[in-house]
């Protein structure tokens, strides 16, 4: 019989095996694999304090439309983004694979991006780097090419929550 866990113990574990496989990157350097809408990206552990399911959000008026909202997580206020949208791609559908990437405290923005779904770990040194189509934002780190073909973009958290546009969700 399965022993029953609680949700908070279960997502205690979850960040205990982040943060040892954050503190193991530089042996390991493994990052974990989201899917945005069609694209795919590369998000270092280290980046990240909690992958967790999308919560009820508070609409913030005059707001971006890729800015989701304001949720609660732990009494902490987080601004929510849809990063799809964020994109320029369509808003991310409601399903059960959606998650939130909330932002590691170092960077000192409680913000978190919307996911589509988790790809699971992945290994860039696995992968064949490729060059960049054009210039991309300062966030947007290193391309790879898997061998199924799949194009994989690194996701620079830090540079992202620096950002100008992000940090400037209101309108106007």
């Not at 929510?80 to 059960?96: M, R």
Request: a positive charge; glycine letters at 10%.
């Amino acid at each position: 019989m399965a022993r029953k866990v609680s949700l908070r113990e279960f997502q205690e574990s979850v960040v205990a095996k982040l943060q040892n496989r954050a503190a193991s990157a530089t042996a390991n350097p493994s990052k974990l694999g989201v899917q945005v809408g069609a694209q795919l990206w590369l998000v270092k552990l280290s980046d990240i304090s909690e992958v967790l399911p999308v919560p009820p959000q508070t609409v913030v008026p005059l707001a971006q439309p890729w800015f989701s909202g304001v949720a609660n997580f732990r009494g902490n206020l987080y601004g929510i983004v849809d990063f799809s949208h964020f994109l320029g791609g369509a808003p991310t559908l409601p399903g059960v694979d959606r998650r939130v990437l909330l932002a590691h405290p170092k960077f000192m923005v409680n913000s978190g991006i919307v996911v589509s779904r988790m790809m699971g770990l992945r290994n860039p040194d696995q992968m064949q780097r490729v060059e960049a189509a054009g210039e991309g934002s300062a966030w947007m780190g290193a391309a790879y090419r898997d061998d199924a073909g799949n194009l994989w973009q690194e996701l620079d958290m830090q540079a992202l929550t620096g950002d100008t546009r992000f940090l400037n969700a209101g309108l106007g």
